[in-house]
């Protein structure tokens, strides 16, 4: 089980179902057994009761062993159920992406400052805004930065600029300054470059073009998190059985699958659909930042690692999700008390709960400086963070790294599949995680939490030793 993200079931609901298909087979050799005695006690008129005890305490005991063996191995297995990466990654169908978050941006510095002063230097200019454009230089040959400008360096004082086609979430295909040194990758330019050269005012001042990451907000821009809560139908029995992102009028949501709830924690496969979300823009009047959606920004870009259990009640299982944003985006779940055996919610109007992790002290998991993952050219995307044991990681959305793609995309994406069970069971939790490799910007993925069947399982009477 080196690659258990290969398997729509968790290792304990793998393990369950292979011992449940083995106890059909050898509960169906004891029938054939009996059936077999019984076919000759009738036709030979013998007692075959000493052979008969010995079939049933046999079975007895094959039945009680492979229950200890069971529950031993249902103790140590996991119950998420995630993806590996696809064969191909494809924008919109396996991944999609926050764009144009933090962006690497070339302006001038006389355009940086109220005074049109080139007094200072690049790195002076670390949280600004284009205060204009100074006697139609390269500024008037690209889209603007109408927002905040941050982080500011200086690379050359020559630099050829090639510009994305004007449909693209990019600026700019690549930066090739005149001392050789190249922001992105050089595959030659889909039209003309722009020449962009620094000037001299006066003997000493130098008017220097600055490469700098540009926060702006805009139509192009798809930097928004749902907040408002998504529920199953719990008045028809129905839990949640999978969920996905998806991105609906530029605004990533957590979709939810639900399933009607069936005894012994089956699910009616008839049931299962997956939850509308809801439809709705950010410039609605009646939609509020911070309460309908969160922002990304600058200074508010985090996303929380975690998975959400209800570890110390198992009679609980999932009916809801959503995102809150204390301190950054942090995953809340819903949970409602249900019966096993009967297969019904408990008064779930009455006994559901809201669940997260509250934990402050965090350690950022994704690289600095990284390139676009889907430039990664093996496979080698199947570690998940956070680990069982660490709830304590987070990923902060940031751009690519300047030299590897001039700053021009943000990372991580995003994985879209849906993560469902097959066949589909009743979750215990639902986690957030990251999957990446170094020098590359990595996925947020969804991760489901079959839910625990242990507790369920009756222990042997006289377990083997």
Same mark, same amino acid.
């Given at each position: ?301 985090? %996303?929380?690692? /975690?998975?959400?259990? *209800? $570890? +110390?009640?198992?009679?609980?299982? &999932?009916?809801? !999700?959503?995102? @809150? ?54 496979? %080698?995307?199947? /570690?998940?963070?956070? *680990? $069982? +044991?660490?709830?304590?990681?987070? &990923?902060?959305? !940031?751009?690519? @790294? ?64």
């Amino acid at each position: 089980m080196s690659k258990v993200c290969a398997i729509p079931q968790s290792p304990q609901q793998l393990i369950y179902t292979l011992y449940k298909d083995i106890a059909m087979a050898e509960l169906m050799a004891y029938i054939l057994n009996e059936y077999s005695l019984m076919i000759r006690h009738v036709s030979n008129q013998d007692n075959f009761s000493v052979e008969i005890n010995n079939i049933r305490n046999n079975y007895e005991n094959i039945t009680e062993n492979a229950l200890d063996s069971l529950i031993k191995a249902l103790r140590l297995a996991t119950r998420g159920v995630w993806h590996c990466d696809p064969e191909k990654h494809i924008y919109k169908v396996t991944y999609d992406e926050v764009t144009r978050l933090l962006q690497g941006y070339v302006e001038n510095e006389v355009n940086l400052n109220n005074e049109d002063s080139c007094s200072k230097t690049c790195p002076d200019y670390q949280n600004t805004t284009r205060t204009g454009c100074f006697e139609d230089e390269f500024c008037s040959k690209q889209p603007q930065c109408s927002g905040k400008i941050y982080d500011c360096q200086f690379f050359d004082s020559d630099v050829s600029v090639c510009q994305s086609p004007v449909n693209s979430n990019r600026r700019y295909e690549y930066i090739e300054y005149s001392n050789g040194n190249t922001l992105g990758e050089y595959n030659g330019c889909w039209r003309d470059v722009d020449k962009v050269e620094s000037w001299n005012r006066w003997i000493f001042t130098k008017c220097s073009y600055c490469f700098c990451l540009c926060d702006e907000l805009g139509p192009k821009s798809d930097r928004y998190f749902n907040l408002r809560e998504t529920i199953s139908d719990v008045k028809a029995n129905k839990v949640v059985t999978g969920v996905r992102f998806i991105k609906k009028n530029r605004v990533f949501h957590i979709q939810i699958q639900q399933g009607q709830l069936l005894p012994r924690g089956a699910i009616n496969e008839s049931t299962l659909d997956w939850i509308p979300v809801d439809d709705y823009k950010i410039n609605d009047t009646t939609v509020m930042d911070g309460v309908d959606y969160h922002t990304l920004t600058y200074t508010s870009r985090s %996303l929380d690692l /975690t998975e959400i259990k *209800k $570890s +110390d009640d198992p009679s609980f299982v &999932v009916t809801g !999700v959503r995102l @809150g944003s204390w301190f950054g985006l942090n995953l809340e779940v819903h949970f409602s008390k249900f019966d096993f055996v009967k297969g019904e919610l408990v008064e779930p109007e009455v006994n559901g709960v809201w669940e997260t992790n509250n934990i402050y002290a965090r350690e950022r998991v994704n690289p600095d400086n990284a390139d676009l993952p889907t430039r990664a050219k093996k496979k %080698l995307f199947e /570690t998940l963070v956070p *680990k $069982s +044991d660490q709830y304590n990681q987070f &990923v902060e959305f !940031v751009n690519t @790294g300047v030299d590897k793609d001039a700053a021009q995309a943000t990372v991580p994406f995003i994985d879209i599949r849906e993560v469902v069970s097959i066949p589909p069971v009743p979750l215990g939790g639902i986690g957030l995680s990251y999957k990446g490799k170094e020098g590359y910007g990595g996925f947020v993925l969804p991760e489901i939490i079959n839910y625990d069947i242990l507790p369920y399982i009756p222990v042997p009477k006289t377990p083997s030793k």
